[in-house]
């Protein structure tokens, strides 16, 4: 418990480097590109930024602090709970990995050439290096037997649609297992698998189809159905979503000093913080007037 308090003083004093709407309103309004960068260092990303500054890869000074937050987890010893907190990037991750070696197949294959680190999430609780051990060196460390366990259903396997589903299935059960008898911890992830599962369902059902699979949801499917654009549905339930699981981890960790609700809620909004600012920097590249970019952000949560 000790460890876990200590994780949550060292992320209260990283909360006022969560992006603000004055700090965004800045960012949109720098005169140029370079001076947008800049506002990074405020942001938790000094180092990161410095770091990258000759090219102002941006995406890499972002990728690199979501990163160095991730690694609180292990600092103090609580490893366990961040594959609850990154279980949709493993997911992602595994799935990538699937398909590159299902695209390589027959092909002489090595880290170097089978996948990029930039393609790969560098914040969930599978490591580039591990994944890379585990799928193609067939070589897994002990801490991670679970994934050996995980190749090998995958194996049995015979189309990528029954991969996709199995990783899915047992990544999600892994961390279920992990959360034990917090309600919170299974509360968090009900609510991962839900945003999930509706993403993916929104692309092929109609709003009567998808009240019915989620009748809890009614009115929340209500909202974003009222709209006939199939991609103006996705934008506004990834929005809409993204309330409620703010709203969700806010309410969850406010006054409390020694609970995961904390770590979480800080994770969540730097992880939702970053997609932010990698739109707002890419927009300030582009030319994109400010004007025409705060009209984008409107709905913008923080």
Known sequence: MSQLIHAVARIRAMESELLTQNSANRMISASSFESAYAVLDELGYAKESS?????????????????????????????????????????????????????????????????????????????????????????????????????????????????EDMVESELFSSAIKSAGKNKFL????????????????????????????????????????????KQRQIVDLEILLDEEMVSFLKKESAGNIDGFEVLFSFFWRKERNSRVIRSILLAKKSGISPELIKADFDAFIF
């Not at 990163?67 to 997911?91: H, M, N, P, R, Y």
């Not at 679970?146 to 990528?160: A, H, N, Q, V």
């Not at 599962?197 to 009240?211: F, Q, R």
């Open 51 to 163: 770091s990258f500054r000759d090219t102002y890869n941006y995406e890499g000074a972002i990728e690199a602090g979501l990163f160095q937050t991730s690694q609180i987890f292990k600092a103090f010893g609580i490893e366990s709970v961040q594959k609850i907190l990154t279980v949709v990037f493993d997911i992602q991750n595994i799935i990538l990995y699937i398909k590159a070696l299902d695209k390589h197949k027959g092909s002489d294959i090595n880290s170097e050439n089978l996948l990029d680190a930039s393609e790969v999430i560098s914040y969930g609780y599978y490591s580039k290096e591990v994944l890379d051990n585990a799928f193609i060196n067939k070589s897994i460390n002990a801490v991670y037997s679970e994934l050996s366990d995980l190749i090998k259903k995958i194996d049995t396997c015979e189309t990528l649609s029954e991969k």
């Open 186 to 229: 299974l509360s968090f992830l009900s609510r991962i698998q839900f945003n999930k599962s509706i993403k993916e369902d929104i692309l092929i059902d109609s709003a009567e189809v998808l009240e019915k699979k989620y009748p809890e949801y009614k009115e929340l499917i209500t909202r974003v159905c009222k709209n006939t654009s």
